[in-house]
């Protein structure tokens, strides 16, 4: 946790709490260890999405489903959200939920299965934009998918990225981490630096959650 333990259950105490269908599917990951958003890149998220009321909206990394069926709620009726993921195992249960009744907003949903690389390169080619884009699979990767999302984010378009700071261990030395875990954070702080330093993008780094980019494009 970066921010103060007490600080953080004070603020998430705040929010209002999420639909009981989604607070069931969270609640299933978190006892099956599934990663997902936590409570307050949740606040975040919904913050943005009610600001930014974007129609087309991309994510990278679906887990089981989570945070599409999440964004699915927090969206205009016409809006689109294509989501992508590559483990056949969470492919399944996001499938499921995805075709859940319960998730009143489940049809806004496409799930793209397969590497992001390949999803990614494929949907630019075909010149799809999004306004929306969260980026939220593995760390080391995103400096390669940047490009891509690029080519796709539209003008006034808002990227956010998420786990940016692993949980705080980002800025530890290289000497107390793992050899994997070094290579993660030297990438990462790759990314941080271009999305920061880039003229197409007006980025700010938040100590929320395990810490999120917000990137709007100008
Ligand atoms: C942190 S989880 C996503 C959680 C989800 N966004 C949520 O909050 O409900 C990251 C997911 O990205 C997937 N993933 C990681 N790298 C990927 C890649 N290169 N292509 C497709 N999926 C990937 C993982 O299998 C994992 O399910």
């Known amino acids: 946790m970066i921010v103060n333990e007490r600080i953080v259950a004070y603020i998430n105490s705040l929010q209002v709490e999420i639909k009981p269908e989604l607070l069931s599917l969270e609640k299933e990951a978190l006892e099956r260890h599934v990663p997902i958003i936590k409570k307050e890149t949740q606040g975040l998220l919904k913050f943005l999405l009610c600001l930014q009321q ?88 995103y400096m390669s ?26 800025t530890n030395s ?3 981490i793992t050899r994997r875990d070094r290579t993660i954070h030297t990438r990462m702080r790759e990314y941080l630096y271009t999305i920061t330093h880039m003229e197409e993008l007006e980025t700010v780094i938040l100590p929320v959650g395990d810490g999120v980019a917000v990137s709007f494009r100008k």
């Open 54 to 141: 974007p129609k087309r909206i991309l994510e990278v990394g679906t887990a089981i489903g989570f945070s599409a069926l999440f964004m699915s709620e927090y969206t205009g009726d016409d809006s689109k959200i294509t989501t992508i993921e590559k483990v056949p195992m969470r492919i399944v249960d996001a499938e499921k939920n995805f075709s859940n009744e319960v998730f009143s907003h489940k049809d806004k949903i496409t799930l793209i299965k397969g590497e992001a690389l390949k999803a990614l390169k494929d949907l630019a080619s075909e010149e799809q934009h999004y306004d929306f884009i969260f980026l939220d699979a593995a760390k080391a990767q």
């Open 145 to 170: 998918f940047l490009p891509e999302l690029m080519k796709m984010l539209s003008t006034n378009g808002i990227l956010v990225t998420d786990n940016v700071l692993q949980d705080g261990t980002v």
């Open 174 to 176: 290289r000497y107390s």
